[in-house]
């Protein structure tokens, strides 16, 4: 059952996340934001991000002179998706329509810094005008969340860094990957999720019409006749380990033929 006051949302995404629900809040129109919360569309522009990297870029800079500026933007942008994506995943496996229809619009979201300069938490607006959706199948939020919600965001990072769209997708991918593997999931519901989101090259949701799926060979999965294409750390940071599925790891092979 879809749950409308923010008090229980939160309470579940505490219930089930523990750890993301400290950097994920949502609250009511009339709620006051935190004095340095700002609108995503406006924490996404030049000024802002170009202050925020270079904060970020300090901690890697004691440890390494010259710093490779995509691995940076990188790295940024993992924090990000990696604490934006999993309480997304949350919600839309728990049957909460309203909050993934509310942050498919922009202008739901702000975010406060963690002083290192990465994001430190999320705030999603949930506006009543925006809550009376029917429910809908996970694999269609999640396919709708791609198009209207991450794709804009994607598109905003890649303007503001060296980093390509197919990067940030290998981020958002890894993530949507891991996560969905962690969660306590009937081991068909999720196998058949993880298929959907990885093994299809058009969006469900296109009905008749030729959308590409953005996370398309993004992930290799067992058995699947297509490799994985790229590396979401393709660009690293001193001491940044590869994943078990990077297909830069010499081991990727055997580490493959083992992957969910």
Same mark, same amino acid.
């Given at each position: 059952? /879809? #749950?409308?006051?923010?008090?229980?949302? %939160?309470?579940?995404?505490? +219930?089930? /996340?523990?750890?993301?629900?400290?950097?994920? !809040?949502?609250?009511? =129109?009339?709620? =006051?934001?935190?004095?340095?919360?700002?609108?995503?569309?406006? +924490?996404?522009?030049?000024?802002?991000?170009?202050?925020?990297?270079?904060?970020?870029?300090? $901690?890697?800079?004691?440890?390494?002179?010259?710093?490779?500026?995509?691995?940076?933007?990188?790295?940024?942008?993992?924090?990000?998706? *990696?604490?934006? #994506?999993?309480?997304?995943?949350?919600?839309?496996?728990?049957?909460?329509?309203?909050?993934?229809?509310?942050?498919?619009?922009?202008? %739901?979201?702000?975010?406060?810094?963690?002083?290192? *300069?990465?994001?430190?938490?999320?705030? #999603?607006?949930? +506006?009543?005008?925006?809550?009376? +959706?029917?429910?809908?199948?996970?694999?269609?939020?999640?396919?709708?969340?791609?198009?209207?919600?991450?794709? =804009?965001?994607?598109?905003?990072?890649?303007?503001?860094?060296?980093? $390509?769209?197919?990067?940030?997708? $290998?981020?958002? /991918?890894?993530?949507?990957?891991?996560?969905?593997?962690?969660?306590?999931? /009937?081991?068909?519901?999720?196998?058949? #999720?993880?298929?959907?989101?990885? $093994? !299809?090259?058009?969006?469900?949701?296109?009905? *008749?019409?030729?959308?590409?799926?953005?996370?398309?060979?993004?992930?290799?999965? &067992?058995?699947?006749?297509?490799p994985r294409i790229m590396c979401c750390l393709r660009h690293k940071l001193p001491n940044t380990q590869m994943c078990t599925i990077c297909p830069l790891n &010499?081991?990727?092979? &055997?580490?493959?033929?083992?992957?969910?």
């Amino acid at each position: 059952m /879809a #749950l409308h006051d923010t008090t229980e949302l %939160n309470s579940l995404l505490e +219930r089930q /996340a523990p750890f993301y629900s400290q950097h994920f !809040k949502i609250i009511e =129109p009339h709620q =006051p934001l935190p004095e340095n919360c700002h609108p995503l569309s406006q +924490r996404l522009n030049k000024p802002h991000y170009t202050k925020a990297l270079m904060t970020f870029s300090k $901690s890697y800079q004691q440890q390494q002179e010259a710093i490779d500026l995509s691995a940076l933007h990188s790295m940024w942008s993992q924090w990000f998706f *990696g604490f934006l #994506l999993p309480p997304l995943l949350e919600y839309a496996l728990k049957s909460q329509t309203s909050v993934l229809h509310v942050a498919m619009n922009l202008k %739901n979201w702000h975010w406060t810094y963690h002083q290192t *300069g990465r994001v430190e938490c999320f705030y #999603l607006v949930l +506006r009543e005008d925006q809550i009376q +959706r029917p429910t809908e199948l996970a694999i269609t939020l999640l396919e709708r969340l791609l198009v209207k919600l991450i794709n =804009p965001i994607i598109k905003q990072l890649s303007t503001l860094s060296p980093v $390509s769209e197919k990067l940030f997708y $290998s981020h958002v /991918a890894y993530c949507f990957y891991w996560y969905l593997s962690e969660m306590p999931l /009937a081991q068909e519901c999720k196998l058949n #999720l993880l298929n959907q989101l990885f $093994s !299809k090259d058009t969006l469900l949701l296109a009905k *008749g019409a030729t959308l590409p799926h953005p996370l398309w060979r993004k992930i290799r999965l &067992k058995n699947s006749e297509y490799p994985r294409i790229m590396c979401c750390l393709r660009h690293k940071l001193p001491n940044t380990q590869m994943c078990t599925i990077c297909p830069l790891n &010499k081991n990727k092979h &055997k580490v493959c033929k083992t992957a969910i």
